[in-house]
């Protein structure tokens, strides 16, 4: 069976493609448009499809659109209620649900021979439920929390799989949102909203929850598996902050505040959770399920043995959730997904193509890794592109920018590189078996980089460009079975410097998308103070750069 996903709606549209009950291809349209998240998270933007992304997930499968059984949008129109019932300020809300029962019409205009009766509206969080619990290796037995902003007239689901079967054991009402809290803190401080939540997580480490207490009477779980998000007055916590304002420390408290309050939420929520169930995995997903210190804290602190979490976590996982998700509806039995590179990738003839017609000077060297290893202990930048791209908003050695952690002023190099905030943190990758000794608290392996872990003592100094604040790093472990050239990479630069550990980040420019085709890891190239690029097997230098 061939089951396309679409996710539109909300945010970050992408398509997905389930062949057969395995995840063929996978890829946010922003990747193809190069506009940051698809399109604004507004109504009236809400009738984008993803058609770029829908085109090549079937191009890579090698199917046209008439070969698809089944195409799932991970919304139900059915389900969804006026904004005004609903306790939101969003007047106009009841676009969405004119696009969304107008999708299969406008599917079949963008996708011509598409079938519009072949349409299936899922409920959002099952979508996102299936992104979690279907998508991972636990699918036969798992609990599963979606922790959203909104859906049709729910921000949350509790429920378990069974032999990759759901129940819905508890879902929590609109207005009542722990996203939209959040996004409510980060208009609050001068950040995105629907954006840049995580430049708040990364704030409130600098800070103290001094106003935890005042929080508290708004926002609360109730001890039946839901929660309670009251209207909360920010400005009588803290002033708003401007967009281009500098942060102070009022600031980073109410960030710290709002960040330990929603990890007290969200441990109320699991051990309820566990306590109905009982399964020793949880599966998470929603947009507040990108929140790595808040996932650390569930590990470490909920009754949960493992929590698994879904790279696409946000709504353009919901394309992939819900394709697996009609697939199991069908009959199907699905497999975990394979890993996150489920995006574009070019063969070596064709990234030399590339490289002839920009007549960029370019070695084939022997050894690629070594190459990169060498200029990286040379204390040199590489935008680093080889394979399939990555399914989600982490850089997981698909599409990175390395760097040398040992000289802390990498941070502010690779922040000035991507035009971001200086208090942003930049991540470890390390070889999995050389993590233990590094990194402890956060899960080990941690493929996903959707933790954060605690930085051994006696290896602080010596990676500071990885340490955060806190003495955290969010780190990414790299198993040379599942990723040989990355873990080449950090085998050959340790054998030069004695680090098992080397910084990626993701590799694109101030406020674009990730690099995802040839063309526009050649741009960022171009454009951005990086030695050395590696596309393939090839290398392509900045005169100068070192080695
Ligand atoms: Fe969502």
């Known amino acids: 069976m061939k ?6 709606l909300f945010h970050d549209p992408a398509a997905a493609l389930v062949v057969d009950g395995e995840t063929v291809a996978a890829a946010e349209e922003e990747r193809f448009s ?13 009738w984008e499809l993803p058609e770029m992304a829908a085109r090549w997930c079937l ?14 949008y991970s919304y139900d129109p059915a389900l969804a209620r006026p904004a005004e019932e609903l306790g939101l300020d969003d007047p106009w809300d009841h676009l969405r649900q004119d696009y969304a029962r107008r999708a299969p019409g406008f599917l079949a205009s963008s996708l011509p021979g598409l079938d519009p009766a072949s349409v299936r509206f899922v409920p959002h969080h099952l979508a996102h439920a299936a992104s979690a619990g279907l998508a991972s290796p636990y699918l036969d037995d798992a609990d599963v929390l979606v922790l959203d902003g909104r859906g049709e007239s729910a921000s949350h689901l509790a429920g378990h799989y069974d032999r990759g079967q759901v129940e819905v054991f508890r879902t929590q009402e609109l207005p009542h949102s722990l996203g939209l809290l959040y996004e409510d803190v980060t208009q609050h401080l001068g950040f995105l909203r629907s954006s840049d939540e995580y430049k708040v997580m990364a704030l409130a480490s600098y800070g103290r929850p001094r106003f935890l207490e005042e929080l508290r009477r708004s ?3 109730t001890g039946d598996g839901g929660f309670r998000t009251d209207p909360v007055d920010w400005s009588s916590l803290v002033k ?3 967009p281009d304002e500098e942060w102070t420390s009022d600031h980073a408290d109410l960030a710290a505040s709002v960040q330990h309050l929603l990890e007290e939420v969200l441990l109320e929520l699991a051990a309820w959770l566990h306590e109905r169930s009982g399964a020793p995995a949880l599966t998470l997903a929603g947009g507040v399920a990108l929140n790595c210190v808040a996932n650390t804290r569930l590990l470490a602190d909920s009754p949960y043995d493992r929590v698994w979490v879904q790279p696409a976590a946000g709504d353009a996982g919901t394309a992939l959730g819900g394709a697996l998700h009609v697939a199991r509806a069908e009959g199907e039995a699905t497999a975990p997904m394979p890993g996150a590179d489920l995006g574009r990738g070019w063969n070596d003839a064709e990234l030399e193509a590339w490289l002839t017609t920009a007549r960029l000077p370019y070695d084939r060297p022997a050894d690629v890794a070594d190459e990169v290893a060498a200029c990286l202990a040379a204390n040199g ?6 394979g399939r791209s990555e399914y989600g908003p982490r850089a997981l050695g698909h599409r990175s920018l390395l760097a040398h952690p040992g000289h802390p ?8 590189v991507k035009g971001r905030e200086q208090f942003r943190p930049v991540a470890p990758m390390v070889r999995e078996e050389r993590a233990a000794e590094i990194f402890g608290r956060g899960p080990l392996p941690s493929p996903y ?12 100094d010596r990676i500071p460009a990885v340490v955060h604040v806190d003495g955290t790093a969010r780190v990414q472990t790299v198993a040379a079975g599942d990723e040989p050239l990355v873990a080449r990479v950090l085998e050959r630069f340790e054998a030069r410097t004695g680090l098992p550990v080397v910084v990626n980040t993701s590799l694109n420019t101030a406020g674009r998308p990730m690099v995802d085709d040839p063309r526009d890891a050649l741009e960022c190239f171009g454009s951005a103070p990086v030695d050395l690029l590696a596309i393939g097997p090839f290398v392509v230098r900045r005169p100068g750069s070192p080695r």
Do not use: T
Not at 409 to 416: C, I, T, V, Y
């Open 34 to 46: 190069r506009r940051k998240h698809g399109h604004r998270p507004v109504p009236f933007a809400a």
């Open 240 to 242: 708003p902050r401007l």
């Open 219 to 221: 926002v609360c779980a």
């Open 409 to 416: 002023a990498n941070l502010e190099r690779l922040n000035d």
């Open 3 to 8: 089951v396309l996903g679409i996710n539109a």
């Open 59 to 72: 191009a890579e499968a090698g199917l046209d659109v008439g070969d698809l059984d089944a195409v799932a």
């Open 381 to 386: 930048v590489v935008a680093w592109f080889q």
């Open 449 to 460: 980089m959707l933790f954060v872990h605690d930085v051994a003592p006696q290896w602080r």
